[in-house]
T-cell receptor, first 115, second 112 residues
Framework: GDSVTQMEGPVTLSEEAFLTINCTYTATGYPSLFWYVQYPGEGLQLLLKATKADDKGSNKGFEATYRKETTSFHLEKGSVQVSDSAVYFCALRESRGSTLGRLYFGRGTQLTVWP | DAGVTQSPTHLIKTRGQQVTLRCSPKSGHDTVSWYQQALGQGPQFIFQYYEEEERQRGNFPDRFSGHQFPNYSSELNVNALLLGDSALYLC???????????FGSGTRLTVV
């Protein structure tokens, strides 16, 4: 079945450091891929998405490219800020015709950025 | 424009009891999905409701049931609570066939 494997944390960085969080997936069909962010005590916020191979999703300085050949969707940011401290989840949405398919999530990666 | 609203925000229940959680979808959305997020884990899909019917279900026992009302709002019911049911329960709404999911802030359920 569909699944997501995500780099485990925690990840601790200094402000302005480069961030990579690895994510690989297993899926049948042509899933859409997402990164969600969760701040303490809150629900999930969509950070970025890509719906087909070679698409690049980007938002707030974060980027991820849908790589079908390596079944990966790694999250990157060139210069992190203290405010980026949160838990990041990689997810895939199964392709399911006209109905939005369920989301499969990775276990999450805790990012802490120090000033 | 209100997003997804969940109530209550926190809840403490005793083993064996029953609980009902509520969700109001984002305006214009007609589909509601529920997820369980255990501490330190990613969310796990429970089920999805559209047109007042359960359309998809994840790997959860029958103790977990739901309902969707004509105004698209939804309830999640859990019977015979176990300690392992302690988690953050997230509701996500969407519009069938388009767009993406909008998540609520969740209900934190603690079973003692």
């Amino acid at each position: 079945g569909d699944s997501v494997t995500q780099m485990e944390g925690p990840v601790t960085l200094s402000e302005e450091a480069f961030l990579t969080i690895n994510c690989t997936y297993t899926a049948t069909g042509y899933p859409s891929l997402f990164w969600y962010v969760q701040y303490p005590g809150e629900g999930l916020q969509l950070l970025l998405k890509a719906t087909k191979a070679d698409d690049k999703g980007s938002n707030k300085g974060f980027e991820a490219t849908y790589r079908k050949e390596t079944t990966s969707f790694h999250l990157e940011k060139g210069s992190v800020q203290v405010s980026d401290s949160a838990v990041y989840f990689c997810a895939l949405r199964e392709s399911r015709g006209s109905t939005l398919g369920r989301l499969y999530f990775g276990r999450g990666t805790q990012l802490t950025v120090w000033p | 424009d209100a997003g997804v609203t969940q109530s209550p925000t926190h809840l403490i229940k005793t083993r064996g009891q029953q609980v009902t959680l509520r969700c109001s979808p984002k305006s214009g959305h007609d589909t509601v999905s529920w997820y369980q997020q255990a501490l330190g884990q990613g969310p796990q899909f429970i089920f999805q409701y559209y047109e007042e019917e359960e359309r998809q279900r994840g790997n959860f026992p029958d103790r977990f049931s739901g309902h969707q009302f004509p105004n698209y709002s939804s309830e999640l019911n859990v019977n015979a609570l176990l300690l392992g049911d302690s988690a953050l329960y997230l509701c996500a709404s969407s519009l069938r066939g388009s767009g993406g999911y909008t998540f609520g802030s969740g209900t934190r359920l603690t079973v003692v």
